[in-house]
């Protein structure tokens, strides 16, 4: 469904071409400064503009229906909304019986019967992760100090990004990529094992991101090149600081202290300038598409906010049910 978490709740809504998009968050505490200003660094980082994005421009200014008060939560849900204006639904219109190959427009076609909004690609759009970013604002500053901080770290196999994206435009194709987060100063203790556990709810929402393909927490699959000894975090104080990190801040589904790193694989965008093979769903006679419209070259270009968002939102959660714990282990440590 469009609802995460179990003490800050998010659901997002709206469509890429429906009047709006956004996000409405249940259990934020009240009392947190929410000045509209604070929305915009990572609003802007997330909008198109940058060569290898796409040429739709929205404002992305946010509307907050409720539950913020003199710039103050007030610990009622809480509603943001997003107008959609720079829409151009032609394209759609002319290829809605010829599923794109890599989007969801075959699948969503048969899940819904043919009623979805087929307009750049409906709830399955990225427009609908200004929502995401939003409720990120607002779980960092539930967080603080904890600070992370998400960076593309390749693009197409190659280090140079730039060098990347000028080769895919040049191609007139996509590219995927690789994006690192790293999140620091969180507590020891946070993560709820077996199914609550760090990775699985990080995990969990990450890949409600459309276009990611793959995680890895600390080493990563280059783990299964190690031994035991070689894995291992030596602990080398009694705060569990470790001399490696290649658990990634994260034992037995609870973050160690240590800091919390995790990378991202980025898909390449499915529409390109290049002519695609697909099937008419009404005859089902084979025909090549030429997709058009405006999409990004490289989605992983506006991936690191939204994945600072997610990362929020997860261990925002995650701190306040350490919180309402905490009179449970008080009693229990008196009984």
Do not use: W
């Amino acid at each position: 469904m469009n609802t995460f978490g179990r003490l800050f709740r998010i659901n997002i809504l709206g469509e890429s071409h429906g009047d709006c998009v956004g996000v409405l968050i249940d259990g934020c505490p009240p009392g947190i400064s929410v000045p509209l200003e604070i929305f915009t660094v990572d609003l802007e980082r997330r909008k198109s503009g940058t060569p290898g994005t796409t040429k739709r421009k929205e404002e992305d200014l946010p509307t907050i229906k409720s539950g913020v008060f003199k710039e103050k939560t007030t610990g009622a849900p809480i509603l943001i909304l997003f107008e959609n204006k720079d829409i151009d639904s032609s394209v759609y219109e002319r290829i809605k019986d010829t599923p794109r190959p890599g989007h969801a427009d075959f699948v969503a076609f048969k899940k819904y019967g043919g009623f979805n909004d087929y307009r750049g690609g409906g709830i399955f759009s990225g427009r609908l992760t200004v929502g995401l970013v939003a409720a990120g604002v607002i779980a960092k500053k539930i967080i603080f100090p904890a600070k992370i901080e998400a960076k593309l770290i390749e693009v197409g196999g190659l280090k140079n990004i730039d060098e990347a994206i000028t080769l895919a435009l040049e191609n007139r194709d996509s590219v995927g990529g690789i994006v690192e987060c790293r999140a620091q100063g969180l507590p020891i203790g946070l993560g709820e094992p077996f199914f609550d556990s760090v990775e699985s709810l990080i995990s969990h929402i990450v890949f409600s991101i459309p276009g990611i393909k793959g995680i890895e927490f600390g080493a990563g699959f280059a783990c299964t090149n190690m031994t035991g000894s070689e894995f291992n975090d030596v602990i080398i104080d009694r705060e569990g600081h470790t001399r490696t990190n290649n658990a990634g801040g994260i034992n037995g589904g609870i973050t160690n202290g240590n800091e919390l790193v995790f990378r991202v694989a980025v898909k390449p965008p499915s529409s390109t300038q290049k002519v695609l093979e697909t099937i008419h769903i009404k005859t089902n006679e084979k025909v090549d598409l030429e997709v058009g419209g405006r999409h990004d070259v490289c989605i992983a270009l506006r991936i690191p906010p939204i994945l600072e968002a997610v990362t929020a939102i997860v261990l925002a959660d995650l701190m306040l049910i350490a919180q309402a714990l905490i009179p449970f282990k008080q009693q229990s440590q008196k009984t």
